[in-house]
């Protein structure tokens, strides 16, 4: 994505685990965005189509995605916004390089289902949560980055179901 727009502010919609479920309150809470990123575990080819009806999608597959459709999606992908280095893998546990060393400030994973936002060494790990099929009392949710030139905040959105 190194040919995004230059600009102050950008905002992005992330969702992982959507295993196939569009949920409209996903669709609602994603309106309005730069760029959507999915995390692995789309599920089937619709849920791109609806998420390409809101804006420009970056996705990679997860461990679920065998299907033929998803043959060219990539296991990983590094998402340069500006300034911003966004790395995008689905089971952060599968994490193969140094985001400090590649200087990259954002880590974008899926796969646990479970939403989270921790800083580490510098580098902001973001988990958006599923948006797909509730897993055990876990929230149904996404995330939304705000990429301004010199910050980087995450916000995890909690979907009313």
Known sequence: MGSAKKQERQLIGVISDTHGLVRPQALQALRGVDLIIHAGDIGAPEVMDALRLIGPVVAIKGNNDNEAWATSLPDTKLVQLNAAKLYVIHNVRELDLDPVARGIQVVISGHSHKPSVVKRDG????????????????????????????????????LVL
């Open 123 to 158: 580098v902001l790990y973001l988990n958006p949560g599923s948006a797909g099929p509730r897993r055990f009392k876990l929230p149904v949710a996404v995330a939304k980055l705000t990429v301004r030139l010199k910050t980087i905040e995450a916000k995890i959105i909690e």
